[in-house]
Nanobody, 115 residues
Framework: QVTLVESGGGLVQSGESLTLSCVGH????????MGWYRQLPGEQRTLVAT???????NYVDSVKGRFTISRNNAENTINLQMNNLQPEDTAVYYC?????????WGRGTQVTVSS
């Protein structure tokens, strides 16, 4: 069974950093468009950042310059380095893998930023 497992969430203060990781099981991340999304209770899941199989990255405007998405195909993982975290970054962060009509989600990891 294909799974994506996130880790690295936690509680930090405003201005601090966290690194989220996502490892793929029974799949090759190198083939997929990988991304991080986030969701607040009662709201829709929204895009944070993506990285293509070729390494091209894309970010939502609110995280540009603060977050960095990267992939490590040898370890079958992607990471999201989050710097200068702000309270508005508080959310559950989900890892996503997409290839054509195939779409996988992790179960999420909570990030909480206190002011």
């Amino acid at each position: 069974q294909v799974t994506l497992v996130e880790s690295g969430g936690g509680l930090v203060q405003s201005g601090e950093s966290l690194t989220l990781s996502c490892v793929g099981h029974k799949m090759l991340i190198s083939r997929y468009l990988m991304g991080w999304y986030r969701q607040l209770p009662g709201e829709q899941r929204t895009l944070v950042a993506t990285v293509t199989p070729g390494g091209d990255t894309n970010y939502v405007d609110s995280v540009k310059g603060r977050f960095t998405i990267s992939r490590n195909n040898a370890e079958n993982t992607i990471n999201l380095q989050m710097n200068n975290l702000q309270p508005e970054d508080t959310a559950v962060y989900y890892c996503n893998a997409r290839l054509s009509v195939v779409n996988y989600w992790g179960r999420g990891t909570q990030v909480t930023v206190s002011s």
